[in-house]
């Protein structure tokens, strides 16, 4: 019996443990992929879209740019190269969607080959293997379904951790020469990446303090000071050479280096973001390496290494981004920050293979603090639709809102849940140790289900926002995705009519913009109408010219309808040459209310009628009003509205001009000023009537 009992033991022993994790990888890649095909849209804006351009265009053309521009380099270029196969194999756009999805599922998954070989050197196999599957069970591996460096990113730093500790064990030039290859990938992957730089520096300053070998300690880590300085130099002069600054290497992150910080702010979010980061850990493994940073002088040489490098990388990290957060976002920037997380389940392993060791005072200290910090949270204040998208941690908390805690009392459960973790990592019997890593595991599960579903809700939420149409494609399945089609925004449309079918289909782009510049900061061309010819111009008065476009179906473009999207009143129209308009009108307001006069102007006019459609409102204007269109050498056609329900529609017949065009002029009586009729309102303007709308019937 006994034997029957041990056989599936020595069978698992008997797997080599590079077996086992790579079969974690594997597993995990598969499991990425299969919740990032339930992301059905990009939904972070505009860096997914951003990314997804880069991609595309080094694979269609070899080169970065982004909407046919130059890249600036504002963005890393790792990623984009990474996920630039997927665009290369699929004409289709969904599909490379669906691979770019499969290659974040394994780049992420990949952060458990550093964490097992960082945990390796400090716990035997089991215990290794048990971080790396903690590394890639963590609720953020969840962007693996958005198009973001966080998948990049995010095994890169265990790498760079795992270079770190190496260079502070041995600190020879070639260690010291590796840990600055790894950091300069992570540079060129997220600007972020520089934070290596100060921890780089600290961690030594840690490690002999931890030794207590005073100054001199210091002398062995000549080259981990000198290199980097040389290689800051280095690049510094490159810079100078090239007639840019220092802080030009930033590209759009310069501002963030350059803005002023208040200390007093900085400090509050740093408590913001470290209590986050506990919580979101689940107490025990950032309670484990607060416990394991007190007894650092009695730890093992390569145990201390760790400790100094886990440390000095935490903190800096979570002094930039909470000085980001300060000043920028004022939220808790967890996207941020969960890439120390293999660190922190490195710490719990080691904390559980040593046996649990707890001295009281320390133990007390440490998980006191841990259980307690949740409590600087203002979670009324942090728990907000801005958290979906960067703040993981949180997204629990507000399940549990939704059962009936108010947002201001989250921190009731919050504590109860911390307090939990903290007792039982002090009190645990050290034979039960090895249920700590198993709760951590069972908390970033459900943790990861409520994160899971909101961030599908937001994807399935813009895509409705910018598509409806049954095939997201919908663009290159009616032109091909080898045509130009121009994108007209007007600021009467969502903003990711424009973004998701420019993400859905090749074919979308150039972007343009007919009224306000579409918020994006991205390359667009604003466009401006010739009132003489309809035409619509770019800078310098050139025409625009494309053979299809992609516009609201309200602005009278010139050109035949190839396919729309019904529900978001998209067009795309067959234009074949310069972009038109087919009509104008002036002295109609944004909101449709007409003054006392209107006009309206139809470009190569051939005659036929025009049907006007109008609508009063008697609260404003309780009389019957009459609308008089005059045309020159014509008479006039008139309406009255004079119920409430009616919408009657004006008809006119068009008489062109020598110039070809057709000019109506109206005037509506009688009219008011809503300020002065309708209570509390404050509006000013003299009204006419509503005009829902113009169609030209041709003769």
Request: aromatic share 10%.
């Given at each position: 019996m006994q034997a029957v009992r041990g056989r599936p033991l020595t069978l698992v022993r008997a797997v080599p443990a590079w077996a086992w994790l790579a079969g974690i990888v594997a597993v995990s890649a598969l499991v990425r992929y299969a919740f990032g095909r339930r992301i059905v849209a990009p939904w972070i804006m505009v860096d997914e879209l951003v990314y997804a351009e880069l991609a595309r265009s080094l694979a269609e053309t070899g080169e970065l740019r982004i909407r046919d521009e130059p890249f600036s380099g504002a963005f890393g270029v790792v990623y984009p190269l990474l996920l630039a196969p997927a665009y290369l194999l699929h004409e289709s756009v969904p599909a490379a969607y669906a691979l770019a999805k499969a290659i974040n599922g394994f780049l992420f998954s990949l952060a458990a080959v550093p964490t097992y070989l960082l945990a390796r050197r400090l716990v035997r196999p089991g215990a290794a293997l048990a971080a790396a599957l903690l590394a890639v069970a963590v609720p953020g591996a969840l962007y693996s379904g958005m198009l973001m460096t966080e998948n990049a990113f995010y095994p890169l730093v265990a790498t760079g951790a795992l270079a770190l500790v190496l260079a502070l064990e041995r600190p020879t030039a070639l260690r010291v020469a590796a840990l600055l290859g790894v950091v300069g990938v992570a540079f060129l992957t997220r600007a972020q990446a520089l934070v290596f730089l100060p921890a780089l520096l600290a961690a030594p300053l840690l490690l002999v303090a931890a030794e207590r070998s005073g100054l001199r300690g210091l002398a062995r880590f000549r080259w981990l000071y000198a290199l980097p300085a040389a290689g800051v130099a280095v690049l510094l002069a490159a810079q100078v050479a090239r007639?840019?600054?220092?802080?030009?290497?930033?590209?759009?992150?310069?501002?963030?280096?350059?803005?002023?910080?208040?200390?007093?702010?900085?400090?509050?979010?740093?408590?913001?973001?470290?209590?986050?980061?506990?919580?979101?850990?689940?107490?025990?493994?950032?309670?484990?390496?607060?416990?394991?940073?007190?007894?650092?002088?009695?730890?093992?040489?390569?145990?201390?290494?760790?400790?100094?490098?886990?440390?000095?990388?935490?903190?800096?990290?979570?002094?930039?981004?909470?000085?980001?957060?300060?000043?920028?976002?004022?939220?808790?920037?967890?996207?941020?920050?969960?890439?120390?997380?293999?660190?922190?389940?490195?710490?719990?392993?080691?904390?559980?293979?040593?046996?649990?060791?707890?001295?009281?005072?320390?133990?007390?200290?440490?998980?006191?603090?841990?259980?307690?910090?949740?409590?600087?949270?203002?979670?009324?204040?942090?728990?907000?639709?801005?958290?979906?998208?960067?703040?993981?941690?949180?997204?629990?908390?507000?399940?549990?809102?939704?059962?009936?805690?108010?947002?201001?009392?989250?921190?009731?459960?919050?504590?109860?849940?911390?307090?939990?973790?903290?007792?039982?990592?002090?009190?645990?019997?050290?034979?039960?140790?090895?249920?700590?890593?198993?709760?951590?595991?069972?908390?970033?599960?459900?943790?990861?289900?409520?994160?899971?579903?909101?961030?599908?809700?937001?994807?399935?939420?813009?895509?409705?926002?910018?598509?409806?149409?049954?095939?997201?494609?919908?663009?290159?399945?009616?032109?091909?995705?080898?045509?130009?089609?121009?994108?007209?925004?007007?600021?009467?449309?969502?903003?990711?009519?424009?973004?998701?079918?420019?993400?859905?289909?090749?074919?979308?782009?150039?972007?343009?913009?007919?009224?306000?510049?579409?918020?994006?900061?991205?390359?667009?061309?604003p466009l401006e109408t010739d009132l003489e010819t309809g035409l619509l111009r770019g800078p310098a008065g050139r025409e625009v010219r494309a053979e299809y476009a992609l516009v609201d179906q309200h602005v009278p473009l010139a050109g035949t309808v190839v396919a729309r999207d019904v529900t978001k009143e998209i067009v795309l129209l067959r234009t074949g040459g310069p972009l038109r308009l087919e009509h104008t009108t002036a002295g109609i307001h944004g909101d449709r209310w007409s003054g006392p006069t209107f006009s309206y102007r139809r470009y190569e006019c051939g005659g036929g009628t025009l049907v006007v459609r109008l609508e009063r409102d008697r609260r404003l204007i309780p009389s019957a009003q009459r609308v008089v269109a005059r045309q020159r050498g014509a008479p006039p056609a008139a309406a009255t509205v004079g119920r409430a329900e009616e919408r009657p529609t004006l008809r006119v017949p068009l008489r062109p001009h020598r110039d070809g065009t057709c000019d109506v002029t109206f005037t509506v009586a009688p009219t008011a000023v809503p300020a002065g009729v309708l209570p509390g309102s404050d509006d000013t303007r003299r009204l006419g009537i509503r005009v829902l709308g113009f169609e030209h019937l041709a003769p």
């Open positions: 007639g840019g600054g220092p802080l030009d290497l930033l590209g759009a992150y310069r501002p963030v280096a350059g803005a002023p910080y208040e200390l007093k702010e900085v400090a509050r979010w740093t408590l913001y973001h470290v209590a986050e980061l506990d919580l979101a850990l689940g107490v025990a493994p950032f309670a484990a390496l607060l416990l394991l940073a007190s007894l650092a002088p009695a730890l093992p040489p390569r145990e201390r290494a760790f400790l100094a490098a886990t440390v000095a990388l935490a903190a800096c990290m979570v002094v930039q981004v909470a000085a980001f957060a300060s000043r920028f976002s004022l939220r808790v920037e967890e996207r941020n920050l969960f890439h120390l997380f293999p660190l922190f389940v490195v710490a719990l392993v080691v904390f559980v293979e040593r046996g649990l060791p707890r001295p009281r005072l320390r133990t007390a200290v440490a998980a006191g603090s841990a259980a307690a910090l949740p409590l600087l949270l203002p979670f009324e204040r942090l728990v907000n639709v801005s958290a979906t998208s960067d703040t993981f941690g949180l997204l629990l908390w507000w399940d549990v809102s939704g059962l009936g805690v108010p947002l201001e009392r989250l921190w009731l459960p919050a504590a109860g849940v911390a307090a939990a973790f903290a007792l039982l990592l002090a009190l645990l019997p050290r034979r039960l140790g090895a249920l700590l890593p198993a709760l951590v595991a069972v908390f970033f599960l459900v943790s990861a289900y409520s994160v899971e579903h909101r961030i599908r809700t937001a994807s399935i939420g813009h895509l409705f926002q910018g598509i409806t149409h049954a095939e997201r494609d919908w663009v290159d399945r009616a032109v091909g995705a080898d045509a130009e089609v121009a994108a007209l925004w007007t600021s009467r449309r969502d903003w990711l009519t424009v973004l998701q079918n420019e993400f859905f289909s090749r074919s979308v782009g150039p972007v343009y913009s007919l009224d306000d510049p579409l918020p994006t900061g991205l390359p667009q061309t």
